[in-house]
């Protein structure tokens, strides 16, 4: 079994990023600068934004983390999205997800200029993704395909069953394992709420992709000997015995599922790490494309 460590190729990524940084600063260019929006007090959402910020610093990315209280009306935050389509200073930028309920999400993302739309979430890049077109891919599916193509896990006519058809991760990955090329050529089956019997399905992967959000979901007896497993769940689970009174807990049963798996991302460590280093990486695109603009 290999672990598939994304910490230490989410570190490897940061350090090449850093690298071009450094030649466009000695180069006397403007350094890519990322920008997120947070709305509310969410503990998970904050911790994430928190991490996106820090990751920028490391690196040499300029960040700006736009703060709105919980309150924040769905014209306000338009507003400020507006403001950040507009601003020249700024490569990129995220609205962290999710919303409060007042504001629709859907609406929200329409009104991201597509060209600083770093998440990829806007209809346009996501539309331009699922027709191979040069893009913005989501950074947890682009972290996913870092980590197959870093380890040379081979996906081409694999078997790939996605868990959960979130916009987020498991609609963009089911399509992109689907892709023409590698990592893709896979023949996809996207599971959700409403599959019947899944562990008949997931026990014929050759590669199990979960992003359900549910804790320790994905079982020994429901995978086969030899499957690659990739696991984004990153559910926090109380726990009095840690210092931050919980535990971050993957959909994946690791310790027994690890037993069985050829390849398998730990959690904490794993796909999260990847996310932010893809963010970035997006980033660095977005800056590259505007200077060519410029
Ligand atoms: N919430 C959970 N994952 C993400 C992500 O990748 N981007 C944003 N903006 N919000 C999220």
Redesign the pocket.
Known sequence: MTLLDGRKVSNDIKNEIASEVDQMRARGEKVPHLAAVIVGNDGASLT?VASKVKACERVGFESTMVRLPHTTSELELLQKIKELNTNESIDGF????PLPPQINTQKVLMTVDPSKDV?GFHPENFGKMALDMSTFI???PFGILELLERYKVETNGKHTVVIGRSH?VGRPMSILMGRKGWPGNSTVTLTHSHTKNIEEITVQADIIISALGVPNFLKAEMVKDGAVIIDVGITRVPDDNHPKGYVITGDVDFENVSKKASFITPVPGGVGPM?IAMLLKNTLIAREQRKNKD
Not at 94 to 97: A, K
């Open positions: 994430y995220i609205i962290q997800l998440d989501p950074a947890t987020i996310t």
